[in-house]
């Protein structure tokens, strides 16, 4: 029984065929970028630059030294939080952050980081927008909002925001975990950018990025060589060397590199056609509730079963050779705020490589699990 993987948003399985050949090609001749003049070391600073110039124009930035590489958006996500929080400030994120804003958000409570959490309904973004402008009228430090929602696919208007905060001269970090790849994204736009490379910008797991707005800085989360100024006992203080301590991975960032140079090529028009598709098929389907909008959702949906627990729901269309992920998707809050906390959903996510065949098995699978 061949495999039917919709389970992209947690990770793409299926990357393109030149991303495994240039991690293949960089795994034989790479050494350590800027650790020596020889080829290998030459190589891997190729592969690091390559990565950080598709990045710069995938995202539309002025200056490719501005992109971080990172080991996934989480590590993103605890660079910019971490750098941009300070003593007794409050922070707001929307009611759909993944715990890899809430946890470190929490982890700095003991310095007395106050997060104010603005729930608003499913697929609302007007809601979220004056939620933002209402509470950006206190005293706040620090905005942090997710572009697109993990559990429901949701995209959220965080340019809006973004221009609210730059109005007040707060700074912004967007949690673009599932957006990257399939919404567009403007690098040198306000805000602190955080995004895996391993989800729909289709590079290898271990990888990430940080896109540091122009004139943005932050201080490092970890200490250690960064190739040049080795004389100083402090890390420089230009990006991206700043926020890059220890050997780069680079096989990862030519991965990286080659997946975002195939989006860059391809777009993602595939995305609105087969979500449009699931919703249709799937609504059918009595005894089966899914959560849809017809505007600000992309690529990825939640549903639930009548009755039934959304892990064993998973667990039967993973019997069936359908992978799927159910349960609270590492997003309790998003599961609080859209009131699926109790059971959890089961989540679809679709990427370039799904066809209309794979809705409809999902939707037959479905079909009998909601009629035993
Ligand atoms: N955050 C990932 C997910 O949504 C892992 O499944």
Redesign the pocket.
């Known amino acids: 029984m061949p495999l039917i993987y919709l ?1 992209n ?3 793409t399985l299926h990357k393109p065929p030149e991303v495994w050949a240039a991690m293949q090609k960089a795994l034989a001749t790479c050494g350590g970028a800027g650790r020596g003049g020889h080829e290998p070391a030459q190589k891997a600073a190729d592969a690091l630059f390559s990565c950080r110039e598709e990045a710069a124009n995938l995202f539309h930035m002025s200056g490719s030294e501005r992109v971080v590489l990172t080991h996934n ?1 989480t590590h993103a996500l605890n660079m910019a939080i971490k750098g941009l929080t300070r003593r007794g400030m409050t922070v707001l994120i929307s009611g759909y952050e ?1 715990n ?1 804003v809430v946890r470190p958000l929490k982890s700095l409570e003991y310095k007395g980081v106050r997060t104010v959490t603005l729930a608003t309904p499913l697929f609302d973004t007007e809601a979220v927008v004056q939620k933002f402008a209402e509470a950006l009228k206190g005293d706040v430090g620090l905005c942090v909002c997710t572009h697109m929602s ?2 429901f696919g949701f995209v959220l208007p965080v340019e809006r925001i973004a221009a609210l905060c730059k109005q007040k001269g707060i700074p912004m970090i967007v949690d673009a ?2 957006s990257a790849g399939l919404v567009p994204i403007d690098g040198d736009l306000y805000p602190y950018w955080c995004m895996p490379g391993h ?1 729909s910008l289709y590079g290898p797991q271990g990888t990430g990025l940080l896109l540091v707005p122009p004139g943005g800085m932050l201080p490092p989360l970890t200490e250690g060589g960064t190739g040049g100024d080795s004389r100083s006992h402090i890390m420089p203080d230009y990006l991206p060397d700043r926020l890059e301590a220890g050997t780069h991975n680079a096989p990862g960032a030519a991965g990286l590199a080659a997946g975002i140079r195939f989006v860059r090529r391809n777009g993602y028009d595939y995305a609105d056609p087969l979500l449009k598709k699931a919703v249709e098929k799937v609504s059918e389907i009595k005894g089966v509730r899914v959560y849809s909008h017809p505007v600000c959702q992309k690529a990825l949906f939640s549903f639930t079963v009548e009755g039934k627990d959304s892990e064993t729901v998973a667990t039967a269309l993973s019997d069936r050779g359908i992978a799927v ?1 159910g349960g609270l ?3 309790p809050l998003a599961h609080t705020t859209a009131g699926t906390a109790a059971l959890g959903t089961v ?1 679809a996510a679709f990427s370039y490589k799904n066809r209309e065949r794979d809705i409809d098995a999902l939707t037959r699978a479905l079909q009998g699990i909601v009629s035993l």
Do not use: E, G, L, P
Request: aromatic letters at 0%; one cysteine or more; charged letters at 25%.
């Open positions: 389970d948003a947690a990770t958006a993944h890899a993990n559990v975990s599932q989800k992920r998707h590492c997003s989540r």
